[in-house]
């Protein structure tokens, strides 16, 4: 991971970047939001457990590789302390830009951590929520 990546200087930037990461389909601005960390770990919705950057890269080349994901959050609890935070949300995904209807619903899961760079992930766990499983985080503490 390149050193220079940008400093974030609150656990929401980093949030909003990686929705923006998504919606313009890049795979390396998505990756430097992530710890420079080999223990890094990612979910995605089909249920592959990602390990480390290798990993990870790959599984956002295949997943970004047909088209852009947009995320609309529509119910989210986060909880900041010293150096963590972590974010449950329940996020609307559209597959273009002017789509208005939901194409599915994502409960993602999101572990970040400051160290010397700013805030990065170092964990994402993203589920597909259909219409009975469709739970927004609704008490401070339940986290996905």
Known sequence: MPNLARLFHN????????????RHRDVKGALDIW???DSITCVLPEGHRLSGH???????????AKQALFL??????SHTILGAAIYDTTEAVHLGPNQIET?????ITLVLLQDSQGWRIAHLHASNSTDETFDAPSTPHGLH
């Open 103 to 107: 194409a599915f619903f994502l409960n």
């Open 72 to 77: 609309e959050p529509i119910a989210c609890i």
């Open 54 to 64: 290798a990993e990870i890269r790959a599984g956002l080349e295949r997943l970004l």
């Open 11 to 22: 656990a929401d930037e980093v949030v909003d970047a990686w929705r923006d990461a998504l």
């Open 35 to 37: 710890l420079d960390d």
